[in-house]
């Protein structure tokens, strides 16, 4: 699923240790816009042709990724306010 591996792409910038690229805008907000990209693409494309089970599985794939994501950069961002 492309767009799984679109998602989970745009945080590898963030994998470092040190906080840096928090409190930078412009990578937030290309990972911003890879991620709603990824979503459109998901929502528009790859459901139109998945069935059933499927569309399912992508959806909660897709929001289980978005969910860890968030938890991350949370966590980072609380790591540069300290």
């Not at 998945?50 to 569309?55: H, P």
Request: hydrophobic share 55%.
């Amino acid at each position: 699923m492309p767009a799984a591996a679109w998602i989970t792409g745009s945080g590898k910038g963030n994998r470092t240790r040190d906080t840096r690229g928090v409190d930078r805008a412009a990578p937030r907000l290309a990972g911003l816009v890879l991620i709603a990209s990824a979503v459109a693409k998901l929502v528009l494309f790859d459901l139109v042709a998945l069935d059933g089970l499927a569309r399912v599985a992508a959806f909660v794939g897709a929001g289980l990724l978005m969910l860890a994501a968030g938890t991350r950069y949370a966590r980072l961002v609380a790591r540069s306010q300290q």
